[in-house]
């Protein structure tokens, strides 16, 4: 499917130059002189390079067509993750390099969008925000009043985030999984 250059958005997966590429960050670029354009900033799904690239507008890409369905997470094992289709029980394995640190969210059973391109798993969706637990933080410093001043902390799961002073030891949160961002407490 061909779409205009100032179309692309962050998450998508575009073909460009022979390859697959997953579209990082955007920039909508309006310079005093010429046309605007779109400054992307892509990284091969295969050969795990990145590219920076200008779309003018009236540039057309070709957006992979990819099929999307649900799979919920069984376990892992030191190079692979493994999932089952809840419907017609297929399961499927991917490898830990093409999930990234969203692996680190798997929790079992938990239900993922699986992205395929060409029958081939490229990539998954985790669902918006999951429930952490605070394994360690440092704590607040007095006086410290703020508002934007956050402090570091882990995760149950290895992942090291920024947090509120409010937040403690022990307490359980919301994790943006796009951002991996701290969202609120529960």
Known sequence: MKILGNEIKPGMIIE????????????????????AFNQVEMKSVNNNTKLNERFRSSDSVEKASLEE??????????????FINQKNFEQINIKKKII?????????????SIN????????????KQIKCKIESTD????????????????????????????????????????????????
């Open 116 to 127: 395929f391109y060409n029958e081939n798993p490229l990539s998954i969706d985790l669902p």
């Open 100 to 112: 990234g640190d969203k692996g680190k969210f798997l929790k079992e059973n938990l239900e993922v």
């Open 16 to 35: 460009h130059k022979d390859d697959l590429w997953e579209v990082l960050k955007t920039q909508h670029v309006k310079p005093g002189k010429g046309g």
């Open 139 to 186: 704590v607040a410093l007095k006086g410290q009043t703020v508002s934007s001043s956050y402090k570091p902390a882990v995760l149950d799961n290895g992942l090291k985030i920024q947090v509120p002073p409010f937040i403690e030891s022990g307490e359980n949160i919301l994790v943006d999984t796009r951002t991996i961002e701290y969202v609120k407490k529960i």
């Open 69 to 82: 369905q649900k799979f919920n997470f069984l376990y892992e094992d030191e190079n692979e993750y493994y």
